[in-house]
C-alpha cells in the first residue's frame, strides 16, 4: 500500500504545478482585464491572422 | 437600419443633409472620411460587429502639437528604448466590439504600430510601435481622424507604471490552493474508521494537512493580524481581533492536537475559514475601472500650452514650467490653464468644468480670466498672473483636506458590534477555563480555546462584506457607482443634504427658453431659425434647436460679432439677434440685463427676447419633497440669487438657500455643518465643488456621462438617475438592517457552537460542520434579502 505515499506526492505536485500557472497568470496581468478577451476571441479568423502578435502578454511584460 | 441615421456614427439626419456615398447614409463629411478611410484598408468589417459604431471626428488642428516637443513627449509615452516606443492611451469612445476589433488593427492603418491591445474596462488602448517610422502625433492624429480622439490630461504628465496591487489575489489564491487540499486529505479523519491500513499512514496525512496549512496560516491570513495588532495598539476594538485570536488559537491547538497524538486537530476548518473571510473581502471590492473616483484638476488640465515667445515665435511647454508674465496662446476648445488677463478683444469662455453652467461668459480685452474654463470660437491670446499650482481654482486643492489621507473617517457598524463582542467572548472564555480548572486542567485547556475557536466571528465578518458586496453591485447596475462598501454606511448616517444648483439640481443638455415681447409673425419665426442656423454660439444653437423646424432661405450677408450677436440681411431685412447692447435697446431695467437672454431687433423695430431660464431637472419637485421628510436639505449656489424666487415656489419651504458660494466657502460650509454633529452629504457635480466633496462624509458627483470626468468623490451617479437619490438612500437603510438581522442570525450560530465548546464537546467534526454551514447560510441570507430589498421600489 506504500503507493500512497507515490499516489499523494504525485497529486500535491500536479497541484503545486497549477496552482504555480495561476500565480504567474496573475502576475503577468491575465486577470487585469477579464472582459477584452472574451470579445477578441469572437473575431473571424481573417482578424486572427492579421493580429497573431498580440497574443504574448508575457512577453511583453518583461519590459 | 433606419434610413434617416447615418451608417457610421447613428446619429439622425436632418432631412436635406444626408450625404449618399457608396450606398451607404451619412450625416456629415467627418462621418463620410472615416468610412473612406476604412474602405480603402478593406476595414469595413467594423461595421458587422456593431450597428452605427463610430464617432463624428473632431476638428483638433494644432491641439497635439505639444507631442512634438521631446520632455513632453517621454512623459507620456509608458516604454521607449531604441526605436520601441510603448504608450497607454485613454480613448472614452471605446464602447463596443467593433471598437476592440478597429483598434486592435490599427497596424493595418498605421505603418509602424507594431501592435496595439484594448483594455475596454478601463478604455485604454495599449500602442507598441516604431519611434523611428511613424511618431506619436501622427498616431494621435490618426486616432482622432477615426473618431477615436485620445484624452491626453496632465494627469498622463505623472504616470510611470502604475502598480496594481494583486495580493488580494494572491492571498485568496493561496487560501484556496490549501483549503482544497487539505479537504481532500482530511477526509478520511471524518469517519474515524479504524481501519488498519488509514492508522498506518495517519502521520503521513496529519503531516501533510499541517504543512499545507502553514502557507495559509502564515501568508493568507497575515492582513487580519496585522489588522489586530493595529486596532489594539489605537485601542479601537475591530472585528479583527477576535478573527486573529481564534486563527492563531486555532492553529496552536491543532499542532498540539496533533503533535500529542490527540486528534487531527481543526486545520481543515481554519483554512476554510481563511478562504471564506478572504473571499468576502475580493466580493466587496467591485471596482469600477473605467472610472475614477480621486480626480482632480489633474484630469481636466491640458499637458501643455502654447506659449508666445517675444520673437512671436510659438512653442508648446509643460505647463508646470508656465511663469507669471508669459503670453499663452488658448486655440477653440482649449482649456486655459492659469490665471491670466485677457489680451485679444474677445473671448466666450466655458466655465462648465467648473460650474456646471453651460452658457459661455463673454470676456473683454483687460479681462481677468480664471484656469479652468474653456475658450470656444477663435484663437485668444493671454498674459498669465499665476502659475498653475497658484491660480484661482488649483488653489482649493492646497486645501488640508485633500492632503491628508483620510481613509476611515467613521466606525464601521461591524466594529461597532465587535466592541462589545470581544469583551464577552473573551470574558466566556475565562468563565470556561475558571470552571474546569478545578475538575481537569486538561478539560480546561481545550474548553478555552474551543471557545475561542467557534467564537471566531466568521459569519459575523461574512455578513457585511457580503450585503455591501451585493448592494455595490445592485446599485452600480442601476448607474449608482460607489468607491467603495464603505460608503453605503455612510449613505445610511446621512441626514443633511446640500446640493449644488448650477449643473446638480439644473440640466445643462436642454434649457427653457421663453419669449417675451410683442409676438413674432411665422414669417419672421422663419428669419430667425434660418440667421441661427449659421451661427455657432451656444446660445444661437440652443435656440435653434428650440424653435420649430421650418423651411430653409437663403441669406444675404451675415455676419457674426463676438460677445455681441449676429448681424444678418435676407431680402433686404436686416435682422439682429444677441445682446440687449446689442440691439440698442434702451429701455431696459438692470435687473433684466442679469439674465441670460438673446433679444431680436428686424429691421429698425425691437420685438422682444428669448429668455434662457434653468431647466429643473425631471422629478427634482418630488424627490425633495419626499427627501424633506427625512433630511434637512440646503441648496448651495455659486450664482447670485436670480433664480431664488423660481426656486422657493418649487423646493419644500424649510429648504435653506445660500447663494453666490466661493468655492472655499462651500467647503467651509459643509464643515460648519458637520462641527454640529451633523453627517452631510453633499452632491455637486463641478470642480468648484469639489472642496465640497472630499469634505462632506459623503460627495455625491452628479454626471451627465459617467464616463467623462466628474471630480473627486465618493460615489457617481448618473445624471438621468438624479431623481431616484431617494431610493439609494432607502436601499442604503435597508442594508444595514440586513446585516443586523444577519447579526443576530450569526450570533445564534456562535451560542449553538460555544454551547458545544463549554461542555468540552468541540470534535474536529462538529466545527468543521458548523463553520462552512454558518458560514453558507448567513450569505444566502444576505444575498437573498438584499436583492428582496432592491426589487423593492
Not at chain 2, 496662446?329 to 474677445?346: A, C
Amino acid at each position: 500500500m506504500s503507493v500512497i505515499y507515490l499516489l499523494i506526492s504525485v497529486s500535491i505536485c500536479v497541484a503545486i504545478g497549477f496552482f504555480i500557472a495561476f500565480i504567474i497568470a496573475v502576475k503577468s496581468g491575465q486577470y487585469d482585464d477579464d472582459y477584452t478577451p472574451s470579445v477578441r476571441m469572437l473575431f473571424d479568423d481573417e482578424t486572427k491572422i492579421t493580429s497573431q502578435n498580440n497574443n504574448s502578454p508575457t512577453e511583453e511584460k518583461q519590459v | 437600419m433606419n434610413e434617416q441615421s447615418c451608417f457610421h456614427c447613428g446619429l439622425s439626419i436632418p432631412k436635406n443633409e444626408v450625404i449618399n456615398f457608396d450606398k451607404r447614409k451619412f450625416c456629415c463629411v467627418g462621418c463620410k472620411t472615416v468610412y473612406e478611410i476604412f474602405s480603402l484598408n478593406d476595414m469595413t468589417s467594423y461595421y458587422d460587429f456593431e450597428k452605427s459604431p463610430g464617432a463624428t471626428p473632431q476638428d483638433i488642428q494644432g491641439k497635439y502639437d505639444f507631442l512634438d516637443n521631446e520632455a513632453i513627449l517621454s512623459k507620456v509615452l509608458e516604454f521607449q528604448e531604441g526605436k520601441t516606443s510603448i504608450v497607454s492611451l485613454n480613448i472614452p469612445h471605446i464602447h463596443c466590439s467593433s471598437c476592440i476589433w478597429l483598434l486592435e488593427n490599427l497596424n493595418r492603418l498605421q505603418k509602424g504600430i507594431s501592435m496595439s491591445q484594448v483594455n475596454f474596462p478601463e478604455k485604454k488602448v495599449r500602442i507598441t510601435f516604431n519611434s523611428e517610422t511613424v511618431s506619436l502625433k501622427s498616431i494621435v492624429y490618426l486616432l482622432s481622424s477615426i473618431g477615436y480622439e485620445p484624452y491626453i490630461s496632465l494627469e498622463n504628465y505623472e504616470t510611470g507604471k502604475t502598480k496594481v496591487d494583486r495580493t488580494l489575489t494572491y492571498k485568496l489564491g493561496v487560501a484556496f490552493f490549501c483549503f482544497g487540499n487539505i479537504m481532500l486529505l482530511s477526509f478520511p479523519e471524518y469517519f474515524e474508521m479504524k481501519e488498519f491500513w488509514l492508522d498506518n499512514y495517519r502521520p503521513f496525512f496529519r503531516g501533510l494537512i499541517f504543512v499545507l496549512a502553514l502557507p495559509s496560516f502564515l501568508y493568507s491570513a497575515s492582513g487580519y493580524y496585522l489588522s489586530a495588532y493595529h486596532s489594539i495598539k489605537t485601542r479601537m476594538l475591530n472585528i479583527d481581533i477576535p478573527i486573529a485570536l481564534g486563527i492563531i488559537v486555532m492553529f496552536i491547538r491543532s499542532s498540539y492536537d496533533m503533535l500529542m497524538d490527540h486528534g487531527p486537530g481543526f486545520f481543515d476548518s481554519l483554512v476554510s475559514l481563511v478562504f471564506f473571510m478572504l473571499l468576502g473581502k475580493m466580493f466587496q471590492t467591485k471596482t469600477y475601472s473605467f472610472l475614477s473616483f480621486e480626480r482632480d484638476f489633474k484630469s481636466y488640465f491640458p499637458i501643455a500650452v502654447t506659449r508666445i515667445n517675444s520673437n512671436t515665435s510659438e512653442e508648446s511647454v509643460p505647463i508646470y514650467d508656465v511663469l507669471k508674465g508669459d503670453r499663452l496662446l488658448i486655440r477653440n476648445q482649449e482649456l486655459i490653464p492659469v490665471d491670466g488677463i485677457l489680451i485679444s478683444e474677445k473671448a466666450e469662455i466655458d466655465y462648465s468644468f467648473v460650474t456646471g453652467e453651460a452658457v459661455p461668459i463673454t470676456k473683454k480685452s483687460g479681462d481677468k480670466v480664471f484656469a479652468g474654463g474653456k475658450q470656444i470660437g477663435k484663437v485668444i491670446e493671454m498674459e498669465v498672473l499665476h502659475s498653475v499650482s497658484q491660480s484661482y481654482l488649483t488653489q482649493l486643492w492646497s486645501n488640508e483636506i485633500f492632503q491628508k489621507k483620510v481613509d476611515q473617517k467613521h466606525k464601521t457598524l461591524t466594529d461597532a458590534i465587535s466592541r462589545y463582542f470581544t469583551p464577552i467572548l473573551l470574558l466566556i472564555a475565562f468563565a470556561g477555563f475558571g470552571y474546569w480548572i478545578f475538575i481537569d486542567a486538561n478539560i480546561a485547556f481545550n474548553v478555552f480555546t474551543a471557545v475561542l475557536i467557534v467564537a471566531c466571528p466568521c459569519a459575523l465578518a461574512l455578513t457585511a462584506p457580503f450585503t455591501f458586496g451585493n448592494i455595490l453591485r445592485i446599485m452600480g447596475k442601476q448607474k449608482m457607482y460607489l468607491k467603495n462598501a464603505l460608503v453605503i454606511e455612510q449613505l445610511a448616517k446621512v441626514d443633511t443634504i446640500v446640493f449644488d444648483k448650477t449643473g446638480t439640481i439644473t440640466t445643462n443638455k436642454k434649457s427653457n427658453i421663453v419669449y417675451e415681447g410683442n409676438p413674432l409673425s411665422d414669417e419672421y419665426n422663419v428669419l430667425i431659425k434660418n440667421v441661427l442656423r449659421a451661427s455657432n454660439h451656444p446660445l444661437s444653437r440652443m435656440l435653434y434647436d428650440f424653435l420649430p423646424e421650418f423651411r430653409k432661405i437663403k441669406i444675404d450677408d451675415f455676419q457674426e460679432i463676438t460677445g455681441k450677436g449676429i448681424l444678418a440681411t435676407i431680402d433686404g431685412k436686416e435682422i439682429k439677434i444677441g445682446s440687449s447692447t446689442f440691439v440698442e435697446n434702451s429701455n431696459l431695467k438692470t435687473s433684466e440685463i442679469e439674465r441670460t437672454s438673446l433679444h431680436v431687433k428686424i429691421d429698425t423695430i425691437y420685438y422682444g427676447r428669448f429668455n434662457f431660464q434653468n431647466q429643473y431637472r425631471d422629478g427634482l419637485e418630488t424627490l425633495f419633497s419626499t427627501l424633506s421628510k427625512s433630511h434637512r436639505i440646503k441648496v448651495l449656489s455659486g450664482d447670485n440669487d436670480g433664480e431664488r424666487g423660481n426656486l422657493e415656489s418649487i423646493l419644500p419651504k424649510d429648504t435653506e438657500l445660500i447663494f453666490n458660494q466661493k468655492p472655499e466657502q462651500k467647503l467651509e460650509f459643509i464643515k460648519n455643518l458637520q462641527k454640529n454633529g451633523l453627517n452631510v452629504m453633499m452632491v455637486g457635480d463641478g470642480l468648484n465643488d469639489a472642496g465640497a466633496l472630499a469634505q462632506s462624509n459623503v460627495g455625491i458627483s452628479i454626471s451627465e456621462n459617467v464616463n467623462v470626468f466628474s471630480p473627486a468623490c465618493d460615489a457617481i451617479l448618473d445624471a438621468n438617475e438624479f431623481s431616484r437619490l431617494d431610493y439609494f438612500l432607502k436601499l442604503s437603510h435597508k442594508s444595514i438592517r440586513i446585516i443586523k438581522m444577519s447579526f443576530v442570525l450569526s450570533l445564534l450560530y456562535n451560542v449553538v457552537g460555544l454551547s458545544f465548546a463549554v461542555t468540552g464537546n468541540l470534535l474536529p467534526l462538529v466545527a468543521a460542520i458548523i463553520m462552512p454551514l454558518s458560514t453558507i447560510t448567513i450569505v444566502s441570507f444576505v444575498i437573498l434579502m438584499s436583492n428582496f430589498y432592491a426589487n423593492q421600489k
